[in-house]
């Protein structure tokens, strides 16, 4: 059965400290919340056969798109085609909150990456670590989506 994915994403979003955190990934889309802390970037990438959609929730930062700079901050969103080379970065002194959609999915589902710095030391962009919740209960962003995804 196909549950699919319903919560407050806003909320999801600001409440995010993990550098990246995939939430859903369904057969054609994967929805993926991140977290970039002052100053730091994403790094530029090509994803030559999917598409990607960005939401800004908290924060200051720019979206390079094929050497275009585009200044963003609370309630922007980003497309970033097919084969465009593109960034994202923190520019301010506070944290960058955004959430993104992969059609298709990019990352293995439910990896989390707290910081960039796993990434550079032999994490896999497309692995990770599955959450672990420390006392058996659920995390707070599975706790919050039980009663849609259960519905």
């Known amino acids: 059965m196909k549950r699919g ?10 409440d995010n400290e993990d550098f990246r955190r995939v939430l ?7 929805l993926v919340l991140m977290t970039l802390q002052a100053g730091e970037e994403i790094g530029a990438e090509v994803h030559e056969d999917r598409d ?15 050497g275009r700079e585009n200044p963003v901050q609370d309630d922007f969103a980003v497309i970033v085609p097919a084969g465009a080379r593109h960034n994202v970065r ?4 506070a944290a960058l909150r955004f959430y993104t959609l992969y059609g298709p999915p990019e990352h293995k589902d439910k990896v989390v990456q707290r910081t ?7 994490t896999s962009m497309k ?5 672990q919740p420390s006392n058996g209960q659920p995390l707070h962003w ?8 259960d519905a």
């Not at 692995?127 to 959450?131: C, D, E, H, L």
């Open 5 to 14: 994915f319903c919560d407050d994403i806003d909320r999801l979003t600001v």
């Open 24 to 30: 859903y990934t369904g057969k054609h889309l994967q």
């Open 52 to 66: 990607q959609f960005f939401r800004f929730e908290e924060g200051q930062g720019v979206v390079d798109i094929d």
């Open 90 to 93: 923190n520019t301010s002194n």
């Open 116 to 122: 960039k710095e796993e990434l550079t030391s032999g």
């Open 127 to 131: 692995s990770g670590t599955a959450p």
């Open 142 to 149: 599975e706790k919050a989506a039980l009663s849609c995804r």
